[in-house]
C-alpha cells in the first residue's frame, strides 16, 4: 500500500469516527429537546439541565462534524478565483493556505489548553447540570487539534487537489 | 491599517480559498495581535460563548428535520397535494410549483433542497405541459430561494443571533414578504403561461381534491405545527424545530414507511456534515465580531459614514447593492455573519428598524442565490438538471427582476415586515 493510501486510510477512519460521534450527539439533543417538551407541556414539569445538555452536545456534534467535514474537503469557501488560477498558483494558493489555517489552529490550540488546563484545576462545574466545564470546552480544544490535523493530512494524502465545488456537491446530496 | 486588518486581510484571504471559517480565527488572531484589545485565550471563550447560544440550537434541528421531510415522503406528498388542488387556472401547474416551493419553505430552511425537491417532481411535468424546459428549469431555480424568505429560515437564525434580535419577530415579519414575492411570480407565471398558450387544464374534481389532502394530511400538519407553534406560543423556535425532527422522523418511518430507521441514521450522519459546516462558521464569526465590537471599528465606521451626510434611502440603496455582491459570491450565513456587526450599528444610527434591516439582508442575500454569474443556485441546478448555465443566466432574467422589484417594496415601504410585528409586541 502507497503511503499517500495509507494516510487517506487513516483520514477516512478519523472522519468516520468523528462523524458517528457528531450523528450519536444530533440524536441525543433530539430526544432531550422532545422528552423535555413532552414533559413540560403534558406532565407539567421539564428538566433544569436539559439547555445545558443540549448545548455541550451542540459543541461535540460542531466540533466533530467539522473534523469530518475538513477532511473531506466540504467548508464553506470562495472557490471561484481559485478555480481560475492557473495551475501553478493555485497549487501554491492551496498549500499555503492549508498551512496558514494549521498554523492559526494550531495557535489557538495552544491559547485553548491554558482556558481548559484552569477550568480543570479549578473544577469549575455548569449550573444546572453540574458538569464539569473542561469537558466542552475541551471540546474546542480537541475540535482545533483536530481540524488543523485533518487539513495537514489532507495535504499530505492528496497534495494541492481542489475539493469537489460546493454546489456539485449539494446537488449529489440532494440527490 | 485598522480597515487593512479588519476589511482587506478576510477579504484577501477568501479570495485566495482559504476556508471562511478559518479566514475568520485567522483575522481574529491577527487582529487582536495589532490591536491588544485582549489576551488570544479571548477566542477560545467567544468560540465556545457563541455556540453556547439556546437559539442557535434551533439551526441543526430544522436541518435534520428539514433532510428527513424532503427525503421521507413529506415533502413530496405536500407537493402533489399543491398540484392537485391549485388546477383549472391558467399556468396553474406553474403556480403550483412557487405554492409547493412556499410550502416547502415553511418546513425547511435549505433553498438547494427545495429546488431539488420541487424540481425533481414539477421539471418534468412542466415541461410535459408545453412551459418548456429552460423556463421550468429557471423557474424552480429562482422560486427555491423563496425557502430563504419564508420561516423557518437558518439565515433568519444566524442574523437575529448577530444582531441580538428576536427568532420569532423575524419569523414573523418574513412572513409578508415571502408572499408577496410568491404572489408575484404566480402573477408573473400566469402571464407567461397566456403568452405561450398552455391551456387551462380541466378543474379538479372535489373527490380527487379530498383524495390528495388526506394522502397528504400528515405533511400538511408539518408547516402547521412548525409556524402555528411559533405563532401560538406554544414552542420556542428551538423547541418548535426539535419537535418537528420526532415528526418528521415518526412520520416518514411510522406512517409513510417510506424510511427505514438506517436511513434515519443515514440522514442524521449527511446532517451532521452540513450541520458542522455552518456552526463552525458560526463559532469562528462569533470569535471575528467580538474582536469588531471590542476594537471600535464599528464606531469608527459609523461616523465615517455619518460624515457622509447620507440620506437613510441612499444608505439603503448602497447597501443593497453591496448586500446583492457579496450575496452571489458568498452564501447567506458567512455573509450575514461577517457584515451583521459592522452594518447594525450603521442603520441603528440612521434609525432603521433592526428587523426590518434583517429581513432586507435576507431578501438581498437570497436573491444573491441566484444572482448570475455565481449564484449558487444556479451552479445546483446546472448539476441537478444538466441545464447549461448561459441558458440559465438568460432564464432567470424576469424572476430577477421580480425579486428586484420586491426587495425595492421591502426595503422602502418597512410596514411590510414590521406591520405584523405589532401583533406580537
Given at each position: ?175 | 491599517?485598522t480597515?487593512?486588518v479588519f476589511v482587506?486581510?478576510p ?9 471562511i471559517f478559518?479566514v475568520l480565527l485567522a483575522a481574529t488572531t491577527i487582529g487582536l495581535?495589532?490591536t491588544?484589545v485582549g489576551?488570544?485565550?479571548a477566542i477560545h471563550t467567544a468560540v465556545f460563548g457563541n455556540i453556547d447560544s439556546?437559539p442557535l ?100 437564525i444566524v442574523y437575529a443571533v448577530a444582531a441580538q434580535q ?113 456552526m463552525v462558521l458560526v463559532a469562528a464569526a462569533g470569535a471575528y465580531g467580538w474582536l469588531i465590537a471590542t476594537s471600535g471599528f464599528p464606531a469608527?465606521l ?31 450565513p458567512p455573509a450575514i455573519l461577517v457584515l451583521t456587526p459592522l452594518l447594525t450599528p450603521v442603520?441603528a ?5 433592526p428587523?426590518?434591516?434583517g429581513?432586507?439582508v ?64
Amino acid at each position: 500500500m502507497s503511503f499517500s493510501a495509507t494516510l487517506i486510510r487513516i483520514g477516512d477512519f478519523i472522519a468516520n469516527a468523528c462523524v458517528i460521534i457528531a450523528t450519536i450527539a444530533l440524536f441525543v439533543i433530539v430526544l432531550i429537546n422532545g422528552i423535555n417538551v413532552f414533559s413540560r407541556y403534558f406532565l407539567g414539569d421539564a428538566w433544569s439541565w436539559a439547555e445545558e445538555a443540549m448545548l455541550f452536545l451542540m459543541v461535540l456534534l460542531v466540533f466533530a462534524g467539522a473534523a469530518t467535514v475538513t477532511w473531506r474537503g466540504g467548508h464553506m469557501r470562495l472557490d471561484i478565483f481559485i478555480e481560475r488560477m492557473p495551475s501553478a498558483y493555485r497549487k501554491t494558493a492551496i498549500i499555503v493556505t492549508g498551512l496558514f489555517s494549521a498554523a492559526i489552529l494550531g495557535l489557538l490550540a495552544l491559547n485553548s489548553f491554558q482556558v481548559v488546563s484552569l477550568l480543570f484545576r479549578f473544577n469549575q462545574k455548569s449550573a444546572a447540570l453540574e458538569f464539569p466545564m473542561w469537558i466542552p470546552q475541551g471540546c474546542v480544544l480537541a475540535g482545533f487539534v483536530l481540524i488543523a490535523f485533518m487539513i495537514l493530512l489532507r495535504l499530505a494524502a492528496y497534495g494541492a487537489a481542489l475539493p469537489k465545488p460546493e454546489a456539485e456537491a449539494l446537488a449529489e446530496h440532494m440527490q | 491599517m485598522t480597515a487593512l486588518v479588519f476589511v482587506a486581510l478576510p477579504v484577501s484571504l477568501i479570495v485566495f480559498g482559504m476556508p471562511i471559517f478559518c479566514v475568520l480565527l485567522a483575522a481574529t488572531t491577527i487582529g487582536l495581535l495589532y490591536t491588544q484589545v485582549g489576551p488570544l485565550t479571548a477566542i477560545h471563550t467567544a468560540v465556545f460563548g457563541n455556540i453556547d447560544s439556546f437559539p442557535l440550537l434551533a439551526i441543526p434541528l430544522f436541518i435534520f428535520a428539514g433532510d428527513v421531510m424532503s427525503r421521507g415522503g413529506i415533502a413530496q406528498r405536500l407537493i402533489e397535494m399543491i398540484l392537485t388542488v391549485i388546477g383549472g387556472i391558467r399556468g396553474s401547474l406553474g403556480v403550483a410549483t412557487i405554492g409547493s416551493a412556499a410550502a416547502f419553505g415553511a418546513m425547511s430552511g435549505s433553498s438547494v433542497a427545495c429546488v431539488a425537491a420541487i424540481g425533481k417532481i414539477t421539471i418534468p411535468a412542466l415541461e410535459k405541459n408545453g412551459y418548456g424546459r429552460n423556463f421550468a428549469v429557471s423557474m424552480v431555480t429562482a422560486t427555491g430561494v423563496i425557502d430563504v424568505i419564508i420561516p423557518p429560515s437558518i439565515p433568519m437564525i444566524v442574523y437575529a443571533v448577530a444582531a441580538q434580535q428576536s427568532v420569532t419577530l423575524l419569523f414573523l415579519a418574513g412572513i409578508v414578504p415571502g408572499l408577496i414575492i410568491a404572489v408575484a411570480l404566480a402573477a408573473y407565471v400566469m402571464l407567461r403561461a397566456k403568452a405561450l398558450g398552455i391551456p387551462v387544464g380541466p378543474r379538479p374534481k372535489i373527490s380527487i381534491i379530498f383524495e390528495s389532502i388526506r394522502r397528504a394530511i400528515w405533511a400538511i400538519f408539518a408547516p402547521v405545527l412548525i409556524l402555528g407553534g411559533i405563532y401560538g406560543g406554544i414552542f420556542t423556535p428551538t423547541e418548535a424545530a426539535g419537535v418537528a425532527c420526532i415528526y418528521a422522523v415518526l412520520v416518514s418511518v411510522l406512517i409513510y414507511r417510506e424510511l427505514t430507521w438506517g436511513d434515519i441514521w443515514r440522514i442524521g450522519m449527511e446532517s451532521a456534515t452540513l450541520i458542522a459546516q455552518i456552526m463552525v462558521l458560526v463559532a469562528a464569526a462569533g470569535a471575528y465580531g467580538w474582536l469588531i465590537a471590542t476594537s471600535g471599528f464599528p464606531a469608527h465606521l459609523v461616523s465615517f459614514i455619518d460624515g457622509l451626510k447620507l440620506e437613510p434611502w441612499l444608505l439603503l440603496l448602497v447597501i443593497n447593492l453591496a448586500l446583492l455582491i457579496v450575496g452571489s459570491v458568498l452564501e447567506p450565513p458567512p455573509a450575514i455573519l461577517v457584515l451583521t456587526p459592522l452594518l447594525t450599528p450603521v442603520v441603528a444610527k440612521a434609525g432603521i428598524d433592526p428587523i426590518h434591516f434583517g429581513l432586507v439582508v435576507t431578501v438581498n442575500l437570497a436573491i444573491g442565490l441566484f444572482l448570475p454569474p455565481f449564484g449558487l443556485n444556479l451552479f445546483a441546478s446546472n448539476a441537478l438538471f444538466k441545464t447549461p448555465l448561459p441558458t440559465l443566466y438568460r432564464g432567470v432574467v424576469p424572476f430577477l427582476l421580480i425579486y428586484l422589484a420586491v426587495l425595492v417594496l421591502i426595503t422602502y415601504v418597512p410596514a411590510i415586515t414590521l406591520v405584523p410585528l405589532d401583533w406580537m409586541r
